[in-house]
């Protein structure tokens, strides 16, 4: 892979540089926000490991700016602050991954392994099933071009379901997609707002193209399927 690493501690970034290199990877290193859009706008990265603590421009905003101008390289966030709403905070960024400081390199690579068995996937498209329409960019959703206004939660249950039609999504899955760490009462969680998404959709409607797969979790049906 052609990786990015963006960190300010010189010495780590030098770590994080040899031992990438070490198993065969092209790897650029710079310890700047700036300098790493400069690269990242200038050349196709397949990942980029990114610092969130910077001088400058912080990795968030990096994020932020990469993803606006459709960078479509997988990022993983090294940050020392592990509160879930910073752990948030960096996925909503449009991060695919966040690792907690201190770190083994070993992990790091098994992180990056793991993101480029991935299937590429465009970001930020205009989602469509049926007469949903999902914009990730401006966060908004119609229905039949009606504008349809959702909760976070929900708006991340609708994209997770529309990005993977007519598949299964266990509770678990969608809990661990949407918050990102794990809660008690699972089941209940996620079936109430479920419900009111549907709801949301236009009540019974809705409930026909969000199915509840008995036992198992939910699938959004796409029409002639």
Same mark, same amino acid.
Request: proline share 4%.
């Given at each position: ?48 490991? =990114?610092?969130?603590? *910077?001088?400058?421009? +912080?990795?968030?905003?990096?994020? #932020?700016? %990469?993803?606006? !101008? ?52 465009? =970001?930020?498209?205009? *989602?469509?099933?049926? +007469?949903?329409?999902?914009?990730? #960019?401006? %966060?908004?959703? !119609? ?83």
């Amino acid at each position: 892979m052609r990786i990015l690493v963006v960190e300010d501690e010189e010495r780590l970034c030098q770590l994080i540089r040899r031992s990438l290199d070490e198993f065969g990877h092209a790897v650029d290193a710079t310890l700047t926000g700036e300098e790493a859009l400069n690269l990242a706008y200038g050349t196709e990265y397949d990942a980029i490991v =990114l610092d969130v603590i *910077l001088p400058g421009i +912080d990795g968030l905003e990096v994020c #932020r700016s %990469l993803r606006n !101008r459709n960078v479509q390289a997988r990022i993983v966030l090294l940050t020392a602050r592990d509160t879930v709403e910073h752990r948030v905070e960096g996925l909503d960024s449009g991060a695919d991954d966040y690792l907690t400081k201190p770190f083994a390199v070993a992990e790091l690579l098994a992180r990056l392994r793991a993101l480029e068995r991935r299937p590429p996937q465009s =970001l930020n498209p205009v *989602l469509r099933v049926n +007469d949903l329409e999902l914009d990730p #960019r401006t %966060l908004e959703v !119609r229905k039949n071009g009606e504008e349809r206004r959702l909760t976070n939660k929900e708006f991340r249950i609708l994209e997770y379901l529309m990005r993977n039609p007519n598949q299964v999504l266990t509770r678990t899955m969608i809990a661990e997609h949407v918050w990102d760490y794990d809660f008690p009462n699972v089941t209940n969680v996620i079936d109430v707002h479920i419900r009111a998404l549907r709801r949301k959709l236009d009540g019974e409607e809705a409930g026909r193209q969000i199915q509840t797969v008995r036992g198992v979790g939910y699938r959004l049906v796409e029409n002639g399927n």
